[in-house]
């Protein structure tokens, strides 16, 4: 189906669709922690910007040990709730 509609650009639907898949797992699980995780409770969730907030001093000790968070820090998530 991806092929009929851009012949040209050789990409294949399962590859491109599995990994944005992992991403999106990937992602929700780092979020859930911060809000939901033990000993996270510095996190809170922002609704009109929706995104994760926290002080500074919070994400920069979250991301030391959490090295994909960092990414996440400034990134809105539309559809999370």
Do not use: C
């Amino acid at each position: 189906m991806l092929e009929k509609i851009l012949p040209h650009a050789m990409l294949k639907a399962k590859p491109n669709l599995e990994s944005m898949i992992r991403t999106l797992k990937r992602d929700w699980a780092i979020v859930y922690d911060m809000l939901s995780g033990k000993d996270n409770s510095s996190f809170g969730w922002d609704e009109h910007r929706q995104m994760v907030v926290a002080e500074d001093a919070v994400w920069n000790l979250y991301i030391s040990s959490h090295k994909a968070a960092d990414q996440l820090r400034h990134r809105n998530f539309l559809y999370y709730d």
